[in-house]
């Protein structure tokens, strides 16, 4: 991961993004409550039809000076419902960047956070960002598949992270196994060689740069165990 934009903030405090391939940056990680050798990350993807936001952290907050030189940004999604913070309403405030989530997760997320609009189906945003919803974890979870001109990201929330390198699930006692599985072999079939997952482990890589063969033995390994 390279470095990437820094800026001083008052107190001293150094905010950056580091770029990951070019065009996408990863915020400086925040340590999970519930899962302390876990971190999470916030995405900025860098588009000439405007930048978005996938997922979030309070990191973000140190980060906008950053952002805006990146160019700021156009939109805000979420991966599911237990993504909801007040650090969404900050974004949009600060970028003017509305946000969206499925509409089967905007109730949980609207207690939290101000949701401008939903969607319940996949689609594309311009002709580079599709939206897939892959209920399973909740039922709005959903993965995003960028198209960068030189790859082919997916970002897949918690549905799958990496923990020590292996790729795994977060099937909870709320989650649809059934559903959870459905989404699985989705994922199985799509065209990607970049896996963005919103949780790693701390002090290793957030990505996994992926070939066919792999996502496949992956996730067959994954879709047998539910």
Do not use: C, K
């Not at 973000?60 to 700021?72: K, M, P, Q, T, W």
């Not at 207690?111 to 594309?124: E, G």
């Not at 929330?157 to 599985?181: E, H, I, K, N």
Request: zero cysteines.
């Amino acid at each position: 991961m390279e470095t990437g934009a820094r800026r001083v903030h008052p107190g001293g405090m150094i905010a950056q993004l580091d770029t990951v391939i070019p065009g996408l940056h990863a915020s400086a990680p925040e340590r999970l409550p519930f899962g302390t050798s876990l971190d999470i990350r916030a995405y900025l993807l860098e588009r000439e039809a405007g930048n978005l936001l996938l997922y979030r952290s309070d990191t973000l907050r140190r980060e906008a000076a950053a952002i805006r030189e990146r160019g700021g940004i156009v939109r805000q999604y979420l991966n599911h419902r237990h993504e909801a913070a007040p650090v969404s309403d900050w974004v949009t405030e600060t970028f003017g960047a509305p946000l969206f989530v499925h509409a089967d997760d905007a109730e949980a997320v609207s207690a939290v956070s101000h949701v401008r609009a939903t969607f319940s189906r996949r689609h594309m945003l311009d002709d580079d960002f599709e939206v897939i919803p892959t209920p399973g974890h909740t039922p709005g979870a959903t993965a995003y598949l960028w198209d960068t001109g030189d790859h082919r990201v997916l970002f897949t929330g918690d549905t799958l992270y990496l923990s020590r390198g292996r790729w795994q699930t977060a099937v909870l006692d709320s989650s649809d196994p059934v559903r959870y599985r459905e989404s699985l072999e989705l994922i199985r079939g799509l065209d990607f060689d970049v896996l963005v997952p919103s949780i790693a482990t701390a002090g290793e890589p957030p990505y996994a740069l992926v070939e066919r063969d792999e996502i496949e033995q992956r996730l067959d390994e994954l879709i047998e165990r539910l």
